[in-house]
Structures are given as structure tokens and as C-alpha cells.
């Protein structure tokens, strides 16, 4: 400035800038869920803050020291922007080797750099600049870096509008232009003060950095323009459910997603190289080896069956393969595509039990109807016979009998009761049955599963014939409510009880029993262990009818029965269970 009482007119257009860029950086700054996207935008408007508010301090001193010490702040920020302005837009329009390879963004910043190390030592290089109280002389250093700088800003601005265009043919050319306006705005504000066109002796590239913050604004806060970055075939190849191998012609493994490596179990990165073949088949069952790599061998045919394997992590998946070819029909190797059916079969089975049980409950109406009506008048018929035995014993007993001829009176009694405990064994079965076709939330109202677990525990008494079962109660406090029947869930936690009890089989063990709240509802879950239950029935342990006991411990009904009234509450029942350890899990909806 020439005339100290008067404010240089540069001053107030480059505090305003600091200002919009610096309110912008701050609420980029406070956002959540940043990504690397948002973090280069943030150090641009960073640098854009150095440039303006070192501008404003260049424009209001006037010793030669000062003046210095001003530009060497701002064209710290001046030497950022151009490269941070190519990354963000390299970044956006998801060139790879930004994405990828943190070297060749660095490179960006490269020229800068260099700019401002020669700045900075100018007094060895005055070829960069000359600097004056008054004056600003461009040096050929510094024509270079303009250049470079027009140059990184209109790349950016291309690779922006590359994107933005695919945006404007659906949503409307705004983005496109906002976009267009903040890059322009300094590129003009630029080309204006090198050729003279304003006539003004200061430099308003960085007054116009604040219109193109004004113009960001919208474009990050109310358009979500950021959020709005484009997919890549990358992006959907990392990201599928799908498991996909990808091989070579030769077979070899060359590529594979992060879904692949979920669902075998294996790390594939350490084996690519080797047989795509040998790599599935490892995570797999041994009996499911052989026709696997029969699968993979032959991708001709093997997309047609899809056959489905077992892994070593118990998961079940479809497999599927298919030939790449070019467009001269030479073969480029494979692609395989492991489906996760697991969810899928299990959901299966759980409507097929549900038909089933449904199906039994049906035909148990029935049943029930017409065993009823004859074991009525049995039973009853059975108490006049047991009645007129004990009269008849003790008429016999006074009477001149022959002695065979009385004893076998005299165990007509026992032969009535152990008949009577017969009948009511099959009401208690043809009952079971029946309440198989009842629903058993006609009386629904809000609980708390708590309860009922208590109330299973009291009737279920764990510890009678011996200290040997160590029940472990774990229920968690303050559970939401569940609707549906209290005495119904007594039932299915009982049943579960008595069922951990007796597979300890009379032997020291352990039962736990635990509730806790679950994304899905309301948990409980009655562990013991005892010897587990067998795969190969694990599947059917939820049938009616289907029982491991004896018939004078059991009937088959007790889980069916539990499965079936935890269905009617909307919830699951589930089973898993290995040698010395079997679980029933019961989820209900929490109510509301």
C-alpha cells in the first residue's frame, strides 16, 4: 500500500474468501462418515483458507519483511490447491490409480512441491520471482507453475464433468453447472489479472476461491454431490454376497472376492497362483471333494445342475462355473460362483416342518375325536370291572375256593389298574395330539419370558434323584414384554428342560439356562452338556412321533409340540448341538 490511512482494496474481497472457506472447512470437518473423498476436499478448502487469509495479510503491510513472510504462507496453500483440485477430482470420477496407488496421487502434489521449495530459497533462484514492496514480477518458474496449475484445474474439471454428466441426464443440469461455476470461477479470476484485463495491480484468483466455496456449498450439503461417487466394476465385485474365483485358461487362481473367502473358510490371497479347483475343494466335506472338482473341472456343464456342497464351516453352497472366452472365441480361463444356500435350506425345512405339524395337526383333530368317544366308555366300563373285582376278592377270600382259583382273583385288581394306566397313557397321547390342533395363542396378553422360564424351572425339578444336575440360571433384567400365552411357553420351556435333563442320562453335568435381548427378540437358549444329538437326526428331532427314548420314557410329542407352539408365537425354535454340547434356542418378537 502507498498510503497507510487507507484500506488496500484487496484486503476486504480476500477476508471475505478466508472467511466462506474457512465456515465450509468447519462443517466439513464436524460431518460424520467421512471418506478419503471428503478429507482431500477438506484439505483444498484448507489451502484455499492459507492462500486468502495470507493474501489479506500480504495487502495490508508494507515493510519488505513482512510482504515476504505473507506470500511464504500463501503460496504454501497457492502450491496445494492445483494437486489437491486433480486428486479430489481423480477421486470422484474413480480413476483406479488415484484409488489405488497412493504414489501416483502424491505425484499431483509434485510440481507444487517443487514450486514452493524454489519459492522459498528464492534468494538462490530469482529466477522464480521478484518481490517488491510494490511490485510482483512472474519469474519463468512461476509462468511454469501457473501453467500447471490452469492445466491440473481444467484435467479436474473434465474428469468432474465426465461424471456429472451421467447425473444431469436424470436430475437436471444443476450439479453440472454449479461444478462448472466453482472450477471456473478462479481459472477466470486468473487468466483476467496475467492478461491485464481488469486493470487492477492485485491478483483476484484468490477472492474468486471464495465464490467457488460459495458454489460447493450446495453441492456437498444439499445435493450430497460427494455421496454421490459413481460404481466401478471393482466396487460390485468386492461387494457381492456371491463368492467369485476368477482363473486363468490354466486354471489358475488369479483373482477372488472377499465374499470367496467367507464362505470357504481359507485365505485365499495366499493361494493365488495355484489350482482354482484344489483351492474350493479344500473347504469342503471330504465326501463332497470328488463331485466338486468334477464341477469346477468342467464349466461347459456344470452352470446347468448347480449342485450344492458342504463346506468344512458347515455352510452350504451352490456352486456354479462358466468359460470366459474374447470375442474370437479363445479362451481366457473361468469364473466360479459360490452361492450361500444355507439360510435358504434352512428356511426350507423350517416350512416343511411347519406343513408337516400342520398336516399332523389336522389328522390328530381327527384322531383325537375318535379315540376319545371309545376310551370314554372303556375306562369307565374299567372302574365298574376294578370295583366288582375288589368285591369279588373279598367274597373269595372267605369263600371254599380252590387256592390257583384264588389267586388269580386276587390279581384281577392289579390286572384292572395297570389296564386303567394303560387308557390314561393314551388320553394323555390322544391330549398331545389335540393339542397340536389347538392354537395355543387364543389367550394371548404381554408377558414377561422371565416368568415363564421360572415358573418351567419350579415344575421341571432339575435336582430330584440327586445333586448331580448343576443348573446355571442366567436371565437378564428388565427383558421387553412378548405377547402371547403364558402357560403355552411354561410348556416348550419345560419340555426343553426335561429334554437337557434326561440326555444327561443320570450322570454328573451341567444345564444352563439363559435369556438376553437379540437384534431378532427376546433369546433364550437351555444348554446342556450331555452327549449332543447325532447329526444324522438332527434333522428330525422336531417330528412328531420321532423319539431316541424308550416308550416308557417318552412319545415324540414334547418337542414337536414346543416347536409348534413357539411358531403359533411367531418366534423359532432351533437346535445346535456337537459332542458334549447340545443348545435349544428360542427367539420370540418382543411385543410392539
Known amino acids: 500500500m502507498t498510503d497507510s490511512s487507507r484500506v488496500h482494496p484487496a484486503v476486504l474481497p480476500m477476508l471475505a474468501s478466508f472467511a466462506v472457506t474457512a465456515l465450509l472447512a468447519v462443517l466439513l470437518a464436524r460431518r460424520p462418515g467421512k471418506r478419503p473423498i471428503h478429507w482431500v476436499l477438506l484439505g483444498l478448502l484448507l489451502s484455499a483458507g492459507v492462500w486468502t487469509g495470507a493474501a489479506a495479510w500480504r495487502y495490508s503491510v508494507q515493510d519488505e519483511t513482512s510482504i515476504m513472510a505473507a506470500y511464504r504462507v500463501m503460496f504454501l496453500g497457492v502450491s496445494m490447491v492445483p494437486g489437491l483440485w486433480l486428486v479430489l477430482a481423480g477421486l470422484f470420477a474413480r480413476i483406479e490409480r488415484f484409488e489405488s496407488s497412493p504414489a501416483f496421487a502424491i505425484l499431483a502434489f509434485?510440481?507444487?512441491?517443487?514450486?514452493?521449495?524454489?519459492?522459498?530459497?528464492?534468494?538462490?533462484?530469482?529466477?522464480?520471482?521478484?518481490?517488491?514492496?510494490?511490485?510482483?514480477?512472474?519469474?519463468?518458474?512461476?509462468?511454469?507453475?501457473?501453467?500447471?496449475?490452469?492445466?491440473?484445474?481444467?484435467?479436474?474439471?473434465?474428469?468432474?464433468?465426465?461424471?456429472?454428466?451421467?447425473?444431469?441426464?436424470?436430475?437436471?443440469?444443476?450439479?453440472?453447472?454449479?461444478?462448472?461455476?466453482?472450477?471456473?470461477?478462479?481459472?477466470?479470476a486468473s487468466l483476467a489479472y496475467q492478461l491485464d484485463w481488469l486493470g487492477w495491480r492485485w491478483d483476484p484468483t484468490g477472492a474468486a476461491l471464495g465464490i467457488s466455496a460459495a458454489l460447493l456449498y450446495p453441492l456437498i450439503f444439499k445435493l450430497g454431490f460427494l455421496e454421490k461417487v459413481p460404481l466401478i466394476r471393482g466396487d460390485v465385485f468386492e461387494h457381492l454376497h456371491d463368492g467369485v474365483l476368477v482363473a486363468d485358461r490354466h486354471g489358475r487362481l488369479i483373482d477372488a472376492n472377499p465374499a470367496a473367502e467367507r464362505l470357504l473358510g481359507i485365505a485365499l490371497a495366499d493361494r493365488?497362483?495355484?489350482?482354482?479347483?484344489?483351492?474350493?475343494?479344500?473347504?469342503?466335506?471330504?465326501?463332497?471333494?470328488?463331485?466338486?472338482?468334477?464341477?469346477?473341472?468342467?464349466?461347459?456343464?456344470?452352470?446347468?445342475?448347480?449342485?450344492?456342497?458342504?463346506?468344512?464351516?458347515?455352510?452350504?453352497?451352490?456352486?456354479?462355473?462358466?468359460?470366459?472366452?474374447?470375442?474370437?472365441?479363445?479362451?481366457?480361463?473361468?469364473?466360479?460362483?459360490?452361492?450361500?444356500?444355507t439360510e435358504e435350506r434352512r428356511t426350507e425345512r423350517t416350512l416343511r416342518r411347519a406343513q408337516k405339524l400342520e398336516s399332523v395337526g389336522f389328522l390328530a383333530a381327527g384322531v383325537a375325536h375318535e379315540v376319545n368317544n371309545p376310551l370314554a366308555f372303556i375306562r369307565s366300563n374299567l372302574i365298574l370291572v376294578q370295583r366288582l373285582a375288589e368285591e369279588l376278592v373279598e367274597q373269595v377270600q372267605t369263600a371254599d375256593a380252590a387256592a390257583t382259583w384264588k389267586e388269580e382273583v386276587r390279581e384281577l385288581p392289579e390286572i384292572v389298574q395297570e389296564t386303567l394306566e394303560g387308557v390314561d397313557r393314551i388320553g394323555g397321547i390322544v391330549e398331545d395330539m389335540r393339542r397340536l390342533s389347538r392354537d395355543s395363542t387364543e389367550d394371548e396378553e404381554q408377558l414377561d419370558v422371565n416368568d415363564s422360564v421360572k415358573a418351567a424351572l419350579r415344575f421341571a425339578q432339575l435336582h430330584r434323584g440327586g445333586p448331580w444336575v448343576d443348573v446355571d440360571v442366567q436371565l437378564a433384567e428388565?427383558?421387553?414384554?412378548?405377547?402371547?400365552?403364558?402357560?403355552?411357553?411354561?410348556?416348550?420351556?419345560?419340555?426343553?428342560?426335561?429334554?437337557?435333563?434326561?440326555?444327561?442320562?443320570?450322570?454328573?453335568?451341567?444345564?444352563?439356562?439363559?435369556?438376553?435381548?437379540?437384534?431378532?427378540?427376546?433369546?433364550?437358549?437351555?444348554?446342556?452338556?450331555?452327549?449332543?444329538?447325532?447329526p444324522e437326526i438332527q434333522e428330525r428331532i422336531f417330528d412328531p412321533f420321532f423319539t431316541t427314548k424308550s416308550p416308557d420314557e417318552g412319545t415324540g410329542l414334547g418337542l414337536a409340540i414346543a416347536y409348534d407352539i413357539v411358531r403359533e408365537h411367531k418366534g423359532t425354535l432351533e437346535l445346535q448341538s456337537e459332542p458334549g454340547r447340545t443348545v435349544f434356542t428360542v427367539v420370540l418378537p418382543r411385543s410392539g
Open 478 to 534: 428388565r427383558l421387553p414384554v412378548v405377547l402371547g400365552s403364558q402357560d403355552a411357553l411354561v410348556q416348550v420351556f419345560l419340555n426343553l428342560l426335561l429334554n437337557a435333563r434326561q440326555a444327561l442320562a443320570g450322570r454328573p453335568g451341567r444345564l444352563r439356562v439363559q435369556s438376553r435381548l437379540s437384534d431378532e427378540g427376546v433369546r433364550i437358549a437351555v444348554e446342556d452338556d450331555g452327549p449332543g444329538v447325532p
Open 110 to 188: 509434485a510440481p507444487g512441491a517443487v514450486f514452493y521449495l524454489l519459492f522459498v530459497t528464492n534468494e538462490a533462484h530469482h529466477w522464480v520471482a521478484r518481490i517488491g514492496p510494490t511490485r510482483f514480477e512472474d519469474g519463468p518458474m512461476f509462468v511454469a507453475f501457473l501453467l500447471w496449475g490452469y492445466a491440473a484445474t481444467l484435467g479436474g474439471l473434465a474428469l468432474l464433468l465426465a461424471r456429472a454428466r451421467f447425473a444431469a441426464a436424470h436430475e437436471g443440469w444443476t450439479e453440472a453447472g454449479l461444478v462448472v461455476a466453482a472450477a471456473a470461477a478462479p481459472i477466470a
Open 272 to 341: 493365488l497362483g495355484g489350482e482354482l479347483a484344489t483351492c474350493v475343494t479344500d473347504a469342503l466335506e471330504p465326501p463332497d471333494r470328488e463331485p466338486a472338482r468334477v464341477v469346477l473341472t468342467n464349466p461347459a456343464d456344470a452352470g446347468r445342475g448347480k449342485p450344492e456342497f458342504t463346506t468344512l464351516g458347515s455352510r452350504r453352497v451352490r456352486i456354479s462355473s462358466g468359460a470366459l472366452s474374447n470375442a474370437s472365441g479363445d479362451s481366457l480361463g473361468s469364473v466360479v460362483v459360490l452361492h450361500d444356500c
